[in-house]
């Protein structure tokens, strides 16, 4: 074997799609119907780089390329979770202090036990990076306390069960997620028979039902024209009307105006027609829903946009991005303009949009570089991957700038990701494994382990009980913040495995991984200096 180490340690990039190839293959394989995914590429690259250590041959992915995956799978979660994340921030302060203060507890019974157990300050600090699995956080430690080789081993004895352990917290949560309330309603349409006297608007209906619904048809009577409703027509006894919504708000909406009729509105194409388009113009793309005022332009409506694997009602102020698929109901002799306006092309899908992609990295990058001065009168940074995720999620939700559109396609975004993501862990999985032989040949290894799983336990037990029983998360979502508080990209691509990436997932992480990474800085920083 000493040949074959020989020849990938002058091979870094050889090396590194070797550990992706072979690393997929061992994630896929599923015991019990659970498997690794991605974080199969972490331990296979842990393994081998400790294996050819033995031989004293380094094996190593470049930091940079490591910098670079990470940096890429950060800036395309923000640029999907955008919208949603800043939608939903308000309801985050509570978890997002409640997560900063249990990392203020881990290091307080880190360095109880620790100094117990007659360990160093920089030890401590290093294994308290290892257990949370935050590389930049090593860095504070090592430089706080001015011995980053002790550090270091802390670290890497540390790491691997930061890793497990998260893993079996976020497989408790999606298992509780299975009994998940806030999970998104799948769409449904129906035609009402609208039985009510008082000639309702139906303006007053959809503010009612929460403007989460859309009326796409209308039909006076059993034989007129289907319309195109306005929110100023009035409903009358025996108009029929289609709404598409959410199933509940659908059902509740039957119940507001009527009663389900057993006629299809949808059927008749002969007044208007259905059909669903492809966004791959850059003019559409970044706009919302309300702005691009297809009633008026075409007579049309758009009733509902597929983006991904997920439906989604067109509420006016959604943002479309390239790669979306609407379902758009207008009349029959429009349809060839709407299908040019938005561009139906495939294209829509795989556009990288590279302006947008490297304006958004390096702002991210410069940003996740700059120098933060704390209150000891040190300097750190956040790191380039929550730098680019910041932008990433102020691209996502503006969609566009003028004429430059700032998101990138959907489809466009989960590749980006998941290529970034490998890329990372094999780079942490090779650095980690070729420091666990040195570290393990200390005489004080039982003892950090036994601090890093106590100091991962800790976090990972608080986690799921606070934000379970005392905010009442759901699972699901529960899972991608456990992943986003140990920012740790492996527990995330094991959440999105097992959910089939369900969109709640990426909320979580997002919600909370700004804040985790320079929360843990701090803390390490601290920790050292003690």
Not at 58 to 72: N, P, S
Not at 158 to 178: D, E, N, Q, R
Not at 218 to 242: A, F, K, N, Q, V
Not at 352 to 371: D, K, S, Y
């Amino acid at each position: 074997m000493t040949s074959v180490f020989t020849f990938l340690s002058e091979q870094p990039v050889l090396f590194l799609f070797i550990l992706i190839g072979i690393g997929m293959a061992f994630g896929h394989i599923k015991l019990r119907g659970i498997s690794l995914g991605p974080a199969a590429v972490l331990f296979l690259a842990i393994a081998m780089a400790a294996w050819a250590q033995t031989f004293d041959i380094e094996l190593r992915v470049t930091r940079e390329l490591g910098v670079l995956g990470l940096a890429l799978f950060a800036f395309a979660i923000g640029v999907n979770s955008g919208a949603s994340f800043f939608h939903n921030i308000k309801s985050a302060v509570g978890p997002i202090v409640a997560m900063v203060v249990l990392y203020v507890l881990v290091a307080a019974v880190g360095m109880g036990v620790g100094k117990s157990l007659g360990m160093s300050t920089a030890l401590i600090s290093g294994t308290f990076a290892g257990a949370l699995t935050n590389t930049p956080a090593l860095a504070a430690a090592g430089q706080a306390s001015g011995d980053l080789g002790a550090a270091t081993v802390g670290y890497s004895i540390a790491y691997l069960f930061g890793v497990i352990g998260m893993l079996a917290a976020a497989t408790a949560a999606l298992s509780y997620g299975k009994k998940d309330t806030d999970a998104p309603s799948p769409l449904a349409n129906r035609t009402i028979r609208v039985e009510r006297e008082d000639h309702p608007f139906v303006g007053d209906v959809y503010e009612k039902l929460g403007q989460k619904v859309t009326f796409s048809r209308l039909r006076r009577g059993e034989e007129g024209p289907i319309t195109r409703p306005s929110m100023s027509d009035t409903l009358d006894p025996g108009d029929l009307i289609t709404v598409v919504g959410p199933r509940e708000l659908v059902a509740k909406a039957a119940t507001e105006l009527g009663h389900s009729s057993s006629h299809s509105l949808i059927q008749d194409r002969s007044y208007l027609d259905f059909r669903r388009m492809t966004i791959s113009d850059p003019k559409v793309a970044g706009r919302t829903v309300g702005d691009l005022n297809l009633a008026t332009r075409f007579s049309g409506t758009i009733s509902r946009v597929r983006r991904g694997d997920v439906d989604m009602i067109a509420q006016p102020d959604l943002v479309l991005q390239e790669g979306d698929r609407v379902r758009v109901v207008a009349p029959t002799s429009k349809m060839a303009d709407i299908t040019k306006f938005f561009g139906d092309s495939t294209r829509g899908l795989t556009d990288l949009n590279p302006i947008a992609l490297g304006v958004g990295m390096a702002l991210g990058i410069l940003l996740g570089e700059a120098q933060i001065l704390t209150p000891t009168g040190e300097y750190f940074s956040i790191g380039s991957a929550a730098g680019t995720l910041v932008v990433g999620l102020i691209f996502g939700k503006i969609g566009r700038i003028g004429p430059v559109v700032t998101a990138l396609p959907y489809t466009a975004c989960q590749v980006l990701a998941e290529f970034g993501l490998l890329v990372f862990l094999a780079q942490a999985g090779a650095n980690a494994g070729g420091q666990i032989i040195e570290a393990f040949t200390s005489g004080t290894w039982w003892r950090i382990l036994v601090l890093g799983v106590l100091m991962t336990t800790v976090m990972a037990v608080g986690l799921y009980v606070v934000m379970r029983w005392l905010f009442r998360m759901g699972g699901t979502q529960l899972s991608g913040l456990i992943a986003g508080s140990q920012t740790q990209p492996a527990v995330l691509a094991f959440a999105n495995s097992r959910t089939n990436a369900d969109p709640r997932v990426a909320l979580g992480y997002a919600l909370v991984y700004p804040v985790a990474m320079i929360g843990k800085i701090l803390v390490a920083q601290v920790l050292g200096g003690l």
